[in-house]
């Protein structure tokens, strides 16, 4: 599995190269999600952070939604209650 995931890599660092950009191995991460997994593939990268925010969606190293899900209607409810 992991082989697949550093060949799309390589192959999208190949195609951006063309367009002048390159990805930086260094900050590239791994975040694994499912718990199942991790435990057979304990050399994997994990998180170091418990969550972060990419674009505007919280991301949490529990691969749950309900954080960001929670944040979304707060901001909606504040909204909803201006006069």
Same mark, same amino acid.
């Given at each position: 599995?992991?082989?697949?995931?550093?060949? $799309?890599l390589? /192959?999208? #660092?190949?195609?951006? /190269?063309?367009?002048?950009?390159?990805? #930086?191995?260094?900050k590239?991460k791994?975040? /694994? @999600?499912?718990?199942? %997994?991790?435990?057979? *593939?304990?050399?994997?990268? @994990?998180?170091?952070?418990s969550? %972060? @925010?990419?674009?505007?969606?919280? /991301?949490? #190293?529990t691969?749950s939604?309900?954080?960001?899900?929670?944040?979304?209607? $707060?901001? $909606?409810?504040? *909204?909803?209650?201006?006069?």
């Open positions: 599995m992991l082989s697949v995931v550093i060949l $799309a390589e /192959i999208m #660092n190949h195609e951006a /190269i063309s367009l002048g950009i390159q990805v #930086n191995w260094l590239t791994i975040q /694994i @999600t499912n718990s199942s %997994f991790s435990a057979r *593939c304990p050399w994997l990268v @994990t998180m170091s952070k969550s %972060f @925010t990419y674009l505007g969606v919280d /991301i949490h #190293n691969g939604t309900k954080h960001d899900i929670r944040k979304r209607i $707060a901001i $909606a409810r504040t *909204c909803m209650s201006l006069p």
